[in-house]
């Protein structure tokens, strides 16, 4: 069974950081490609950020360019976003999620999803 399980959300005032994790389980990840991906009440789910398990490559909404940083573990199985300087228009729920092949900057074609972890900044 395949899972995507975030966690590091929380709470956080203006300026402030945060770290999300995305742990992957169930399956063989190499030919994928891992992004974060946000949604704010009443909006659209919005790309965030992408890697490659089998690359260096790194991909990032232009929201967010300069402010996060994602990476990863491969022997962990394990994604990060690093956020930092956050403003109140980055609250959301983060998802984490996998899709064979290419990026997207879709949520379509994302295969599997995690359950979401909240992030909340204050003005």
């Known amino acids: 069974q395949v899972q995507l399980v975030e966690s590091g959300g929380g709470l956080v005032q203006a300026g402030g950081s945060l770290r999300l994790t995305c742990v992957a389980s169930?399956?063989?990840?190499?030919?994928?490609?891992m992004a974060w991906f946000r949604q704010a009440p009443g909006k659209e789910r919005e790309f965030v950020a992408a890697?490659?398990?089998?690359?260096?490559?790194?991909y990032y909404a232009d929201s967010v360019k300069g402010r996060f940083t994602i990476s990863k573990d491969n022997a962990k199985n394990t994604i990060y976003l690093q956020m930092n300087s956050l403003k109140p228009e980055d609250t959301a729920v983060y998802y984490c999620?996998?899709?064979?092949?290419?990026?997207?900057?879709?949520?379509?074609?994302?295969?599997?999803w995690g359950q979401g972890t909240q992030v909340t900044v204050s003005s």
């Open positions: 890697i490659y398990w089998s690359t260096t490559g790194t």
């Open positions: 169930g399956r063989t990840f190499d030919s994928y490609a």
């Open positions: 999620a996998g899709k064979f092949g290419w990026y997207s900057r879709s949520p379509d074609g994302y295969r599997y």
